[in-house]
């Protein structure tokens, strides 16, 4: 029966580690997510001039995964946009919708919430390439590690569980 208990640890910190493995991969996935709507609305403001309530109609559709939150929260939030600012909205959706990324990504889309709506074309499209930028290089850092941290957390927790069964038993 000690074995049986024994496996059951050696199981469930392994998991632990295939967990925080995956959730490396999502975050590369979020990243990727940005950068995909980023474009889109830097395209639209500097192509169409399109209004931001357009735009984040168009981003929220869905047609970009892993970043329904940040979408859905932009969208709810614009019902409430004479009540408050749309870099209020913006922030907010960041830290809702976003949890995960790095502080410097967190920083660049604040900032560029303050832009967005406020001025020229020409300036937001800037702005946001300034944004893209900084996602683009803490995607490039995250992935420049990924297949050995993800190896790391499965092996940490693997080494975990068979350490604490080794204990038990």
Not at 46 to 75: N, W
Request: hydrophobic share 45%; with cysteine; net charge neutral.
């Amino acid at each position: 029966m000690s074995w049986l208990g024994a496996s059951i640890i050696v199981f469930a910190c392994t998991a632990a580690g295939l967990i925080k493995a995956r959730s490396l991969t999502q975050l590369d996935r979020l990243y990727s997510g940005l950068i995909a709507v980023l474009g889109i609305m830097k395209s639209e403001i500097s192509s169409r001039s399109a209004p931001m309530d357009e735009i984040i109609e168009l981003i929220s559709c869905g047609q970009v995964r892993y970043i329904e939150p940040f979408t859905e929260h932009l969208k709810q939030g614009l019902t409430h946009l004479g009540e408050n600012s749309f870099g209020s909205i913006w922030d907010g959706a960041v830290a809702e919708g976003l949890r995960g990324i790095s502080p410097r990504s967190v920083l660049a889309l604040k900032s560029l919430g303050s832009t967005l709506g406020r001025y020229e074309a020409s300036e937001q499209s800037a702005a946001i390439e300034r944004c893209i930028t900084v996602i683009s290089t803490e995607q490039s850092q995250l992935q420049s590690g990924l297949c050995a941290n993800k190896r790391m957390y499965i092996g940490i927790g693997a080494a975990s569980g068979l350490m604490l069964a080794i204990m038990l038993v």
